[in-house]
């Protein structure tokens, strides 16, 4: 997976910078790739390399709210991999703040607000996030 998202990572600034296919996915850039270093290095076991990946981009260059919300969601996910709770749900906060109809509909997200209910202490934060997320309907 490395190998090959270092590999597409180096596509993507030969090609300038630029975002290409923009119909496809949300395109094809450094952005997108190391948008999906992050998912691939959280799927992969290793959410240190996912926060550092998260770490190298910029939430403000994103195209769009949906695709920081989403970028969001999955800081979230490193966050929770990590043991760090209150960053976890701070950021899904921050997820919701950019679009909330998409994170309360995102599965990773309503599967991540699930498990921290019943893995720790609840917050009137957290309680909230799940009640508009519908998880405790």
Do not use: W
């Not at 910078?17 to 992969?44: C, K, M, Y």
């Not at 929770?80 to 899904?92: A, E, K, Q, V």
């Amino acid at each position: 997976m490395r190998e090959l998202t270092d590999e597409a990572a180096v596509i993507a600034n030969e090609l300038g910078g630029a975002t290409v296919l923009r119909d496809h996915g949300g395109g094809f850039s450094p952005l997108t790739v190391q948008l999906h270093r992050i998912s691939a290095e959280n799927h992969a076991g290793d959410p240190r390399a996912a926060l550092d990946a998260a770490r190298a981009i910029s939430l403000e260059a994103l195209p769009s709210v949906e695709r920081r919300s989403r970028a969001l969601g999955d800081i979230a996910i490193t966050y929770d991999r990590l043991g760090r709770r209150s960053d976890c749900i701070r950021t899904l906060q921050a997820a919701e703040r950019c679009a909330p109809q998409e994170t309360h509909a995102r599965p990773a997200t309503k599967a991540l607000i699930s498990s921290l209910l019943v893995s720790g202490p609840t917050s009137t934060e957290l309680l909230g996030l799940a009640e508009r997320s519908g998880v405790l309907a």
